[in-house]
């Protein structure tokens, strides 16, 4: 039997906790604030996920975006978060209890062989909250073009970020994305989305 995911607002603890990890590690969460319900459930949107089967998340930070997507999921469908921050990794298994969820501690540029070492199948979906403005840009290439190699035709990769840098990257390896901007977040963010194409 699947369980419902939590639903509670972000709590003070949380925000604490989110100001902590900002301070301590900026390059990797990049926004002092966690994402707003509005611009979660946008991205959640965004990537289509009614019929999907197999969802990856890339930087999920606390888990908020984590809870939406859930919420736009099948009852049977099943998603892996990769966060390279350890402590986001244990918030989000003690904070988030959902049988679908599976929590990897890990680097985005190794998903290829993260999904090989579970037996996924091909994707159906890669959201990324990655601040791919915030690393080098061969290694935001590299995580791109993993998330690109593991969707399955009609795939959507879809990125939320503050600047364009995803969308100059992406156009080289999945061509132009859709883009608009959510304001009711702070800061203000960009979601981009492309969907994978045949011969792509």
């Not at 926004?31 to 707003?36: E, K, R, T």
């Not at 289509?48 to 606390?62: D, F, I, M, R």
């Not at 791919?132 to 290439?141: A, H, K, N």
């Not at 840098?165 to 883009?179: E, F, I, N, Q």
Request: proline letters at 6%; a positive charge.
């Amino acid at each position: 039997m699947t369980k419902k995911h939590l639903s509670k607002p972000l709590l003070k603890s949380e925000w604490l906790f989110f100001l902590k990890n900002f301070l301590k590690y900026p390059a990797q969460v990049a926004y002092l604030f966690p994402s707003s319900r509005y611009l979660e459930k946008r991205v959640a949107k965004a990537a289509n996920l009614s019929q999907a089967k197999y969802v990856v998340e890339l930087g999920p930070g606390t888990g908020g975006t984590t809870k939406a997507i859930l919420s736009h999921m099948p009852p049977k469908a099943s998603l892996l978060v990769v966060e390279i921050n350890g402590s986001f990794c244990q918030f989000i298994e003690e904070n988030i209890s959902d049988d679908r969820l599976l929590v990897h501690h890990g680097n985005a540029m190794s998903l290829e062989e993260i999904l090989r070492e579970l037996g996924w199948p091909q994707i159906d979906a890669v959201l990324s909250g990655i601040p791919f403005s915030s690393i080098p840009r061969e290694i935001g290439l590299k995580i791109i073009e993993s998330a690109h190699e593991v969707l399955q035709i009609k795939g959507r990769f879809v990125a939320y970020q503050l600047r364009d840098t995803v969308k100059a990257l992406g156009v080289r390896v999945m061509g132009p994305a859709s883009s608009k901007i959510e304001i009711r977040n702070f800061p203000p963010l960009r979601i981009h989305v492309w969907e994978k194409r045949h011969g792509a």
